[in-house]
């Protein structure tokens, strides 16, 4: 597992956890149908960045250097639809995460 001090980093914050359980099970924390992408086989999923700052409540800036965090250590995924931006969490890194902290820590 590389960079874990980035990665820790990148979980010492309230609202960047909060937003890797809300993207954990996105139809129950963005109830708009238009906020996340189908899953199907074109389409991996993922939820707009600016519904992700609406249920944050701050700036779209501050979010925005949420995401890049999350998605440098490798806790997120993102796709590029047009002018739209959707985010999900990375499940086999998040998988290596909790591997590694039952067999380090």
Known sequence: MTHQVDL???LSNEVRLDI???LKDPQTHFNK???HLSTNSAEKGGVCVGDIQEKANLSQSTVSQ???MLQKVGL???ERHGKWTYYRRNEQKIKELAEYLQGEL
């Open 33 to 35: 149908p238009a906020a």
């Open 20 to 22: 890797l359980r809300w």
């Open 8 to 10: 820790f980093k990148a």
């Open 76 to 78: 997120l995924e993102s």
């Open 66 to 68: 949420y995401l890049a």
